[in-house]
């Protein structure tokens, strides 16, 4: 679990992924965010392993800058989302498009994320209570 600027809004439910090779984005958060589905481009391609034993259509992707770190140090980068009409638990998932995006190294025994920044290492952490919540 990581809290990312997206576009302009800090998301605090953001499941990272390693196993996912998609960057997911539910059409709910986008509308959430106020973002105009005109910024949305049309795609066709359905994928598997979202819904159990179903196949998932995506509605389209989409193009959003996201931002990991704080003032004096963090690190930019645009990421393609795919935006879905179904419910989800997270607010989005980063699957490893963003893992490659970021260079980013996960350390999943301390619930730790760690990437090059603009001026030293950012390490983003969480806490197992934090992801119990979510």
């Known amino acids: 679990m990581v809290n990312p600027i997206i576009d302009t809004k800090r998301l605090t439910k953001v499941l990272m ?17 106020g973002i105009d ?28 800058p996201i931002t990991f770190g704080n003032l004096t140090n963090y690190r930019m980068e645009t990421l393609t ?17 963003c893992y490659m995006k970021f260079m980013a190294v996960p350390n999943y025994a301390y619930l730790e994320l760690k990437m090059l920044g603009s001026c030293r290492v950012i390490t983003i952490d969480t806490s197992f209570q934090h992801a119990y919540e979510c």
């Open 37 to 64: 589905r005109s910024c949305i481009r049309s795609t066709g391609a359905p994928f598997y392993g979202i819904i159990p034993r179903k196949q998932a259509m995506t509605l389209r992707q989409i193009d959003l």
């Open 81 to 97: 989302f795919e935006v879905v009409r179904f419910h989800g638990t997270y607010h989005a998932i980063l699957g490893r498009p």
């Open 17 to 33: 992924d390693g196993g996912s090779s998609l960057n997911i984005m539910y059409a709910e958060m986008l509308d959430a965010m």
